[in-house]
């Protein structure tokens, strides 16, 4: 059986945390993860505190096991959520655009364990020495927000450079990216797109079928502009927003402005025109819709099979 320091740090099964994805990370998915012994999370995303302690507890009447939030430090809410996961006993919070500092010592006499998403060694020390318990470092492969490192990159370096636990995110979708991301020191895995076509997974079946049809090259990273880049599917907004970024006659306020909506529109609404599809690149290995407990079992019994017969390659 797959397990690691994480794991006792966190009381879960597997080593195996599902990412924080903003219209589709809600209480039913979250709750299925964490059934299947992995992490769940909900995401806050922009969402108000009686919206996030609604999906909180009704997490809570689907499983009794751990699950956490992520939370979005640029929401214009962040201070109310920051409150409501302290105030609803959450176990842990992984956080993401910003720094979790001011909330920290809140979160840690409340008893949470705070794990922040990290695209670089310096942030990484920095959320070390504000007292984080673990840190995701996230390659740029990953669907969404992304940094500019790959993840094979980055993992090792920041598992160099902090005494904390260290999770990797990026390209990870079965037991070959688990038992990667444990050879480069990491000691569980964040898998974000896999879990899209997870049963429990509330997203709109437009959203599933696109995923599931894409090939190795069909994602895209736009945004770079405005200095926060995002990957995505390759669809009709895409082209047309990547179109008008590299136009110097579009201002940087009306690209801004192409982007509100688009994620609800393709999570919620399943609109293929107009909806932006956040994926990760590793969208062509992800085949088939399964329940989210087969998901977490396939990843860390690929991940052990092929790290028990590791020796082979060595003489």
């Known amino acids: 059986m797959l397990r690691s320091p994480i794991c006792e740090l966190l009381g879960i099964e597997y080593p195996v945390f599902q990412g924080g994805m903003a219209w589709i990370a809600d209480a039913k998915l979250a709750a299925a993860v964490s059934n299947g012994g992995g992490l769940g999370i909900i995401s806050a995303m922009n969402a108000n505190a009686d919206w996030l302690r609604g999906q909180i507890r009704a997490a809570k009447e689907l499983t009794d096991k751990p699950f956490g939030v992520n939370i979005m430090l640029m929401s214009p809410f962040a201070d109310e959520v920051a409150k409501v996961v302290a105030e609803e006993g959450v176990k842990v919070v992984t956080t993401g655009a910003g720094n979790p500092g001011k909330y920290m010592a809140a979160w840690k006499e409340a008893g949470i364990r705070v794990i922040p998403v990290v695209a670089s060694v310096g942030l990484a020390r920095m959320m070390e020495r504000a007292g984080a318990s673990a840190v995701v470092a996230e390659g740029t492969e990953s669907g969404g927000h992304i940094g500019e490192l790959t993840t094979m990159t980055l993992v090792p370096q920041?598992?160099?450079?902090?005494?904390?636990?260290?999770?990797?995110?990026?390209?990870?979708?079965?037991?070959?990216?688990?038992?990667?991301?444990?050879?480069?020191?990491?000691?569980?895995?964040?898998?974000?797109?896999?879990?899209?076509?997870?049963?429990?997974?509330?997203?709109?079946?437009?959203?599933?079928?696109?995923?599931?049809?894409?090939?190795?090259?069909?994602?895209?990273?736009?945004?770079?502009?405005?200095?926060?880049?995002?990957?995505?599917?390759?669809?009709?907004?895409?082209?047309?927003?990547?179109?008008?970024?590299?136009?110097?006659?579009?201002?940087?306020?009306?690209?801004?402005?192409?982007?509100?909506?688009?994620?609800?529109?393709?999570?919620?609404?399943?609109?293929?025109?107009?909806?932006?599809?956040?994926?990760?690149?590793?969208?062509?290995?992800?085949?088939?819709?399964?329940?989210?407990?087969?998901?977490i079992r396939d990843l860390c019994d690929g991940a052990e099979e092929l790290l028990k017969g590791a020796a082979k390659w060595v003489r």
């Open 158 to 295: 920041v598992c160099s450079a902090v005494n904390i636990p260290v999770i990797a995110a990026g390209g990870i979708a079965d037991g070959r990216g688990v038992a990667a991301a444990f050879m480069l020191g990491a000691c569980g895995v964040q898998v974000g797109t896999r879990f899209l076509v997870a049963e429990e997974c509330g997203v709109h079946q437009n959203y599933k079928d696109r995923v599931l049809k894409a090939k190795d090259i069909d994602t895209v990273a736009t945004g770079r502009r405005l200095g926060h880049p995002v990957r995505s599917l390759k669809t009709r907004f895409s082209r047309e927003y990547q179109k008008a970024e590299f136009d110097v006659n579009v201002t940087a306020e009306a690209l801004e402005a192409m982007g509100v909506g688009a994620l609800r529109k393709a999570a919620v609404d399943g609109n293929e025109a107009e909806g932006c599809f956040l994926a990760g690149q590793i969208a062509g290995l992800v085949t088939k819709e399964q329940p989210a407990a087969e998901i």
